[in-house]
């Protein structure tokens, strides 16, 4: 069954370090996501990305943050400078279309120390 | 802004006992709603969808239903198995999935 995939699974930067989240979004849908989910919190919007470019972002997702679909199968989210605070679960999703249902990933957990 | 709040935080029921999740939603203009179950540690499985023009949705042991008007979703799992051990989300769309807290289930063998 076709999933999305995420890598790493698992980060630890330091403050500071710019890191990029990679996701193989499922290959027919048109629709990609990043949301956070900080441990013992729930999960949060970041971004959608249709067509090669934000068509939503919430007011977390600020200018630390960037979104980029390099080729054909991956996305990816960039945080520029991390601080201590972005220490969270981070999931991919991709849907079909804008109102169908959408699959995630198992979540790249990311530790800033 | 979209508030989605599940009712309760944590259930524990005897294997075979039918669970009824609850979750609300204070903007009624949505896309559509989707239910989630997420084990510790790790990702979200979409268990259903519903439409926003739909009332019901049905896969299996799991029916959940939507009134929309109301502001309010209902997740039914029958038949309950320690399996469906698991934490519960609820999120509507709108811009973006807006999730709740989720409801913790236990089921006891």
């Known amino acids: 069954e076709p999933e999305v995939t995420q890598t790493p699974s698992h980060q630890v930067t330091q403050m500071g370090q710019e890191v990029i989240l990679r996701c193989v979004p499922i290959?027919?849908?048109?629709?990609f996501y990043w949301y956070r989910q900080i441990l013992g919190q729930k999960v949060e919007f970041l971004v959608s990305?249709?067509?090669?470019?934000?068509?939503?972002k919430s007011e977390i997702f600020d200018d630390q943050f960037s979104v980029e679909r390099p080729d054909g199968s991956n996305f990816t989210l960039k945080i520029r400078s991390t601080k201590l605070e972005d220490s969270a679960m981070y999931f991919c999703?991709?849907?079909?279309?804008?109102?169908?249902?959408?699959?995630f990933g198992q979540g790249t957990r990311l530790t800033v120390v | 802004k979209q508030e989605v709040t599940q009712i309760p935080a944590a259930l524990s029921v005897p294997e075979g006992e039918n669970l009824v999740l609850n979750c609300s939603f204070t903007?009624?203009?949505?896309?559509?709603l989707q239910w989630f179950r997420q084990d510790p540690g790790k990702g979200l499985t979409s268990l259903l969808l519903?439409?926003?023009?739909?009332r019901e949705q049905t896969s299996g042991r799991l029916n959940a239903s939507l009134d929309k008007s109301s502001g309010r979703s209902t997740l039914y799992i029958a038949a309950s198995q320690p399996g469906d051990s698991a934490t519960y989300l609820c999120?509507?769309?709108?811009?973006?999935?807006?999730f709740g807290a989720g409801t913790t289930v236990t089921v006891r063998a």
């Open positions: 990305f249709y067509n090669n470019e934000i068509s939503e």
């Open positions: 290959s027919n849908h048109l629709y």
């Open positions: 903007d009624s203009a949505i896309y559509n």
């Open positions: 999120a509507v769309r709108v811009r973006g999935l807006s």
């Open positions: 519903i439409q926003s023009s739909q």
């Open positions: 999703a991709s849907s079909e279309a804008i109102s169908t249902e959408a699959f």
